[in-house]
């Protein structure tokens, strides 16, 4: 405790140009703007760390709040619904993810985060090597010009990750780090450096940085301090269902762009399209949806994305709880790859690294789905899963798998293909759907109702395939690589685990399904 009051009492002391010579950091040069006083400080310990990475790691192993971090998390281990393998906070609730960067061979993500003794957004931080495997690392940025730091983007450069967020009650902000492990911020001299204050993101054209405000007000510097419009109307071209336009993440794909984005009424959703550098322009083309429905009870939230160096897009996406829960909240998604297919649309899969965390497979191969009957898959069970299934409609009404199945079907979630291509009428001519339903996932008092997500799907001459990851309160559907479905399940029973498929009105044939029990992230 004494410890612990000593490193509060010092992180409140330092001041912005003391931690600036602990990090051998430099103010922003061309200008002598200095920063507005610290109105908010927050009451959460802080470290400056030294600056090189043996040192920084043996300063982690005596760092009181990854001591915290630790008890916490083992704490809050004990409930059933928290998940395995989806990163969630050490302690508190969560929100939006923020910043993904890859800094120095480690990927870096940043997040809304609470702290037990100041319920004000900071940003929460945690590093991994592969995507999966994620590491808690002490708060990043704390409010203190500002009295809350919400939801924006970094900048990778050479020798430094430059952080541009909206401070709320005060302006745009910019904190810059430079260490390997990035656990000093500095906020740099002139914040805050711009207005109105907005979710934001930021990136660099030649010597210029660009950070865009919502959707639609793009703004550039060339010292990171002063700031004017390059464009107020960033987005031309069709107008699609957008709405608030919040979260935004602006990223090369391919040879497009793609504007990952947040709806406070239709989640996390996205554009592509090309982008004039010159007149600061981006024209949409395609436009689509991580979150098929509600944003909530338990659907998905909003995106924190960044280029992969080989033409995709690494994206992270949150989901919102379905019920009340002791001490946390949101989960983050498994990291998407994001790539362009030759018709320029979105393909979506999960990134490779997801199979470091399988046990040994279970495989099942060609079965027949005779018409009206339930086929139950005694052998597959689990509520921490990977499968894999690929099956092949036919002329069947539909085609259903089921998931966290109790073996009287109390509890179900299901995942049902509506097969409009089949050539019934040829007068009938329209996409066919994909529905995931959690309606019967539950007999918890407490869950709150949550109508299916639905979105359609175009499968051409290819079978159905499912890439499903089950984690406790949790299921994500990938659809033939093109899809993506989420939600938050809390099931009841013990028995849940069981899984089965279905054909209606005609049979079909399920190829192949493949299991896989999928190890924790957490020691």
């Keep these: 405790m004494k410890s612990l009051l000593m490193i509060l009492v010092w992180g409140l002391c330092c001041t912005?140009?003391?931690?600036?010579?602990?990090?051998?950091?430099?103010?922003?040069?061309?200008?002598?703007k200095e920063s507005a006083p610290e109105k908010f400080p927050s009451p959460v310990p802080k470290q400056i760390f030294s600056h090189t990475l043996s040192a920084q790691e043996q300063e982690l192993k005596a760092n009181d709040l990854m001591r915290r971090f630790a008890t916490s998390r083992k704490k809050l281990a004990a409930d059933r619904h928290r998940p395995a393998y989806h990163f969630v906070s050490p302690e508190s609730t969560l929100n939006d993810p923020n910043g993904l960067c890859f800094?120095?061979?480690?990927?870096?993500?940043?997040?809304?985060a609470y702290p037990p003794e100041d319920r004000r957004q900071h940003w929460g931080h945690t590093v991994s090597d592969d995507l999966v495997h994620w590491r808690d690392l002490p708060y990043a940025i704390y409010p203190g010009i500002e009295k809350m730091c919400f939801s924006g983007s970094t900048e990778v450069e050479e020798k430094q990750v430059v952080a541009f967020y909206p401070g709320i009650d005060a302006g745009m902000m910019v904190a810059v780090s430079r260490d390997p492990l990035l656990l000093n911020w500095e906020k740099i001299p002139g914040n805050p450096v711009a207005q109105p204050v907005r979710d934001s993101c930021i990136w660099k054209q030649g010597d210029t940085y660009l950070g865009l405000l919502g959707s639609e007000r793009l703004l550039s510097s060339t010292n990171l301090v002063d700031w004017k419009v390059a464009n107020a109307h960033f987005l031309s071209g069709p107008s699609f269902p957008i709405d608030d336009g919040n979260c935004p993440n602006f990223v090369p794909i391919g040879d497009k762009h793609i504007l990952l984005l947040f709806s406070h009424t239709r989640g996390g959703q996205y554009l592509l399209g090309d982008y004039d550098p010159r007149e600061f322009k981006f024209t949409p083309y395609d436009h689509g949806r991580f979150n098929h429905g509600l944003v909530a009870p338990a659907g998905v939230h909003s995106p924190s994305a960044a280029a992969d160096g080989q033409g995709g897009v690494i994206n992270i996406l949150n989901l919102n709880e379905g019920k009340s829960v002791n001490g946390w909240d949101h989960i983050f998604s498994l990291a998407q790859r994001l790539t362009l297919g030759t018709d320029k649309r979105l393909r979506i899969e999960p990134v490779a690294a997801a199979a470091s965390l399988r046990g040994p497979r279970q495989h099942i191969g060609q079965t027949a789905l005779p018409a009206n009957q339930e086929v139950v898959l005694d052998a597959i069970k689990g509520d921490t899963m990977e499968l894999d299934v690929e099956i092949d409609p036919q002329t069947a009404s539909w085609v259903q798998l089921n998931v966290l199945r109790s073996p009287n079907t109390e509890e179900f979630t299901t995942i049902t293909f509506y097969n409009y291509d089949r050539n019934v009428n040829p007068w009938f001519r329209r996409p066919s759907v994909i529905s995931l339903d959690s309606s019967r996932s539950s007999t918890l008092p407490d869950v709150i109702a949550r109508p299916p997500e639905t979105a359609s799907i175009e499968r051409g001459r290819d079978p159905l395939r499912l890439h499903v990851f089950l984690d406790r309160s949790v299921v994500e559907v990938f659809v033939n690589g093109k899809l993506y479905l989420a939600i938050r399940v809390y099931p009841d029973r013990a028995d849940s685990l069981g899984v089965s498929v279905r054909a209606q009105g005609q049979g079909a044939v399920m190829n192949k399904l493949d299991a896989w029990q999928m190890q924790s992230i957490w020691p």
């Design 103 to 112: 800094w120095q061979g480690r990927w870096h993500l940043f997040y809304q």
């Design 16 to 32: 912005a140009s003391e931690v600036a010579r602990a990090g051998d950091a430099k103010p922003a040069a061309g200008s002598a």
